[in-house]
């Protein structure tokens, strides 16, 4: 599904029917009403989603057949991840917060803790686009204009913690393979990462289907994405 062609419909569409003016009108209330049922109906949705997550996991800790070997091969993979993610959403965007504002980072990211749970608990940024809408509007005083034109761009295009999950994943395969990246490789893990991430399904798991594109590009089997699926929800 090509996500960021649709979002990009979207915004000249709305485009198109401001410049209609009053007759434009209708379709505008139309298209809120049905945001608003929209978010109502993925809040409903979230109650279970945690439900079929575990059962999916659950699934694939079974098909496993030396469950103590995985986790031994896996665990630098896990670390070096979760290290990225907590280095990147920790320390580099606040940084670049405070750069813009000059105002405490932190005190913003207290306001989002229910959006945050709700990340991971279903590893969706689609999922998490409702509650992350609500508390950025209500706990953060961001305008509405702003909140509801920007977090649906940015849960699409601006996909930092899968490009970083990606080369991580790719990088790891590599040297499961025993195959020895040079920098004309790595550069293009980089590119490809950066690229496939953007317009990626924002659902669990997503992520998966754009390594396989990194891997083709550096000439990598994609058999070994099946290990990645198992430890997705951890990463």
Not at 51 to 73: A, H, N, R, Y
Not at 167 to 178: H, R, S
Not at 193 to 203: F, K, M, P
């Amino acid at each position: 599904m090509n996500i960021l062609g649709l979002v990009l419909f979207a915004m000249v569409f709305g485009v198109a029917l401001r410049k209609l003016g009053e007759e434009g009108e209708e379709l505008i209330r139309f298209f809120n009403a049905f945001n608003e049922a929209t978010m109502v109906l993925v809040s409903w949705i979230m109650w279970y989603v945690p439900f079929g997550i575990m059962f999916l996991v659950g699934s694939k800790i079974v098909e496993m057949e030396d469950v103590g070997l995985l986790v031994t091969s896996l665990g630098k993979y896990i670390f070096a991840s979760i290290l990225g993610h907590i280095i990147h959403g920790g320390i580099v965007l606040p940084l670049i917060y405070f750069g813009f504002t000059r105002k405490n980072p932190f005190s913003f990211l207290s306001g989002l803790i229910t959006p945050f749970t709700t990340a991971f608990a279903t590893c969706s940024s689609s999922a998490t686009l409702p509650s992350m809408i609500k508390c950025i509007e209500e706990n953060n005083g961001v305008d509405k204009r702003i909140s509801r034109f920007i977090l649906p761009i940015g849960a699409t295009v601006n996909m930092d913690g899968a490009a970083i999950f990606q080369c991580i994943a790719a990088v790891f395969i590599a040297q499961l393979n025993n195959y020895e990246l040079n920098a004309g490789q790595i550069f293009t893990i980089l590119v490809t990462a950066t690229a496939s991430s953007v317009g990626a399904a924002g659902i669990p798991a997503g992520g998966i289907i754009t390594i396989a594109i990194i891997l083709e590009a550096i000439g990598l089997p994609t058999n070994d994405l099946s290990l990645m699926l198992a430890v997705d929800w951890i990463v």
